[in-house]
């Protein structure tokens, strides 16, 4: 059975508690090949899996700010066909979180690179700082594809939270120019063959009124203040500004274009209303776009059904489909298999 990692970790959220970045100064290396924190790159974090080998704090705008770099994950046998790529891109609320835990680090031994990526936070540099720089690693990871062995034409993104929203971005921005490319790497492409997002907002210009009209849960944002990450991301209110709402949000780039999307979302979020990831879904149908939404009932933001050996199979499936071409069907879980109870507490 195969298992991704720590979906249960505090990083795959919005809440205060994972309000934390990490950084440190790079150091070394010529002309463009990559960057390292000192003293870092041999570390090998504990959880890592059995015959595989890592790359730490790849730095993928020489020169740039310390969060943008990224971790590459790789079989420590090289050699034989390059292997499809699938990028994690942590949550945190823009504000915090970081790149060191990745529950795509599972995918290794199911035949795939993996690469987890830190991208500068809200406080730093407001929207769209962080998806030019999830753009600019994926045309990083592309200019060295052969580097490391990777299917430049096979790469596939996933996020939770803040993490979803910013791989539903790349999947339906990607090729449009919508942001000014930071970090070089211009010649390669920013799309994305497969999109995998847990319960990320997808538009700002309705999340006020959904989480109001949400009768599941209470959201715990106060919206429009200081702790609203929402209105942090784009500087100003929510609502307040129709063309900001619309550049941030993933629904509004929509197009018939867009790579096969797979979206898990739990109907008790207190922190993404249920209702962000309908619309999405809805959206992608209505220009016939490949999407799956699946539902969750009962599970707040993140908990164990995104765990859940059924759930991780979808996953598995979903990418073996559209990045390996593997003849297979992918088919929504039964939500019976992946409900909690009416009366148990929504996660958060």
Request: hydrophobic content about 40%.
């Amino acid at each position: 059975m195969l298992r991704f990692g720590r979906l249960l970790v505090p990083g795959l959220c919005f809440a205060a508690a994972c309000w934390t970045a990490q950084g440190a100064e790079a150091v070394g290396a010529k002309s463009g090949e990559p960057r390292v924190v000192a003293g870092k790159r041999a570390a090998q974090p504990a959880h890592l899996p059995k015959g595989v080998r890592s790359e730490k704090d790849l730095q993928y705008v020489l020169g740039g700010d310390e969060a943008q770099r990224l971790d590459l994950y790789l079989p420590e046998t090289s050699g034989g066909q390059p292997l499809p790529l699938v990028v994690w891109i942590h949550g945190g609320g823009w504000r915090g979180g970081n790149k060191a835990g990745c529950p795509a680090l599972g995918m290794i031994e199911k035949g795939y690179a993996v690469a987890s990526v830190e991208y500068r936070f809200s406080q730093k540099a407001l929207f769209p700082a962080q998806i030019q720089d999830c753009q600019a690693a994926l045309r990083w990871l592309r200019a060295n594809s052969k580097r490391y062995n990777l299917d430049p034409d096979h790469i596939g993104v996933w996020g939770s939270s803040a993490g979803g929203h910013l791989v539903a971005l790349l999947g339906t921005a990607g090729g449009k120019k919508a942001f000014a490319p930071v970090g070089g790497n211009e010649a390669q492409s920013d799309r994305v063959q497969a999109v995998c997002d847990f319960f990320g907002p997808t538009d700002f210009n309705t999340v006020m009124q959904q989480a109001a009209d949400d009768k599941n849960v209470t959201n715990i944002f106060k919206f429009n203040t200081p702790s609203d990450p929402y209105s942090g991301l784009i500087g100003v209110s929510l609502g307040s500004d129709q063309q900001k709402g619309e550049a941030v949000s993933p629904v509004h780039y929509v197009s018939k274009d867009n790579p096969p999307i797979l979206i898990l979302h739990g109907t008790r979020d207190a922190l993404v209303p249920f209702a962000q990831s309908e619309e999405f879904a809805a959206a992608l149908k209505a220009k016939g776009v490949d999407v799956l939404l699946q539902k969750l009932p009962g599970s707040g933001h993140g908990g164990p059904m995104f765990n859940k050996p059924a759930s991780t199979a979808l996953i598995q499936k979903f990418f073996d489909k559209h990045l390996k071409g593997s003849d297979i069907k992918v088919e929504l879980v039964p939500e019976a298999e992946l409900t909690i109870r009416p009366d148990a507490p929504a996660k958060k």
